[in-house]
């Protein structure tokens, strides 16, 4: 059983930055897709950065492309988030997760096709 943890929310101003990072008990480079999720009240979890641990081909949400990029450490079995600028419609609860088999050229984009989760980490951006 893989456990994922996230650290590095907090509550900022819009226009600011936070760097979010989600350390794995076990080596990531055994993984297939490693991603961040959100929730915000009310709302379903919706994929937000994907990242293939064999080629580090990544992807975006049309709603962070251009500001969130997610890089992957094999060696710290770490993955992270860095969010720049950030805007009151990011504010929620992020998820870091993990695929472990293959799934094809790109990474899901849904909930369903990962099999680890961590308990996430509160983004709060204020106008």
């Known amino acids: 059983q893989v456990q994922l943890e996230e650290s590095g929310g907090g509550s900022v101003q819009a226009g600011g930055s936070l760097r979010l990072s989600c350390g794995a008990s076990e080596t990531t480079s055994n993984s297939a897709c490693m991603a961040w999720f959100r929730q915000a009240p009310g709302k379903e979890r919706e994929g937000v950065a994907f990242i293939s641990t064999d080629d580090r081909r990544t992807q975006y949400a049309d709603s962070v492309k251009g500001r969130f990029i997610i890089s992957q450490d094999n060696a710290k079995n770490m993955v992270y988030l860095q969010m720049n600028p950030l805007k009151p419609g990011d504010t929620a609860m992020y998820y870091c997760?993990?695929?472990?088999?293959?799934?094809?050229?790109?990474?899901?984009?849904?909930?369903?096709?990962?099999?680890?989760w961590g308990q996430g980490t509160q983004v709060t951006v204020s106008s």
């Open positions: 997760t993990e695929r472990r088999s293959p799934f094809g050229t790109f990474c899901p984009r849904t909930v369903g096709f990962y099999n680890y």
